[in-house]
C-alpha cells in the first residue's frame, strides 16, 4: 500500500468537527490493527498563514510580519 500521509505534508481535513480546514500531518501510524483497519495520523492546523513579504515591506520589518 502506499504511504500518502507523510510527516510536514499539508491536507485537508475532511470529516468532524474541523471539516474544511487546513492542517500539516504531524504524526502517522501505519500500523493497522482489527480495531481500526486503516491508517491514521496527528494533525496540526494552520490557523494563520505566513504574510508575503515583497520589497515595498522590506526584509527589516517583513521578517516580523511572518508566523
Excluded: E, W
Excluded at 500539516?24 to 504574510?51: E, G, H, L, M
Amino acid at each position: 500500500m502506499v504511504k500518502f500521509l507523510k510527516p510536514n505534508n499539508s491536507v485537508i481535513v475532511t470529516h468532524g468537527r474541523y471539516d474544511g480546514l487546513k492542517a500539516v500531518v504531524a504524526q502517522s501510524f501505519d500500523n493497522a490493527t482489527r480495531n481500526r483497519p486503516y491508517t491514521r495520523c496527528v494533525v496540526a492546523d494552520i490557523s494563520k498563514y505566513p504574510k508575503k513579504v515583497d520589497d515595498a515591506v522590506g526584509l527589516m520589518h517583513g521578517s516580523n510580519n511572518t508566523v
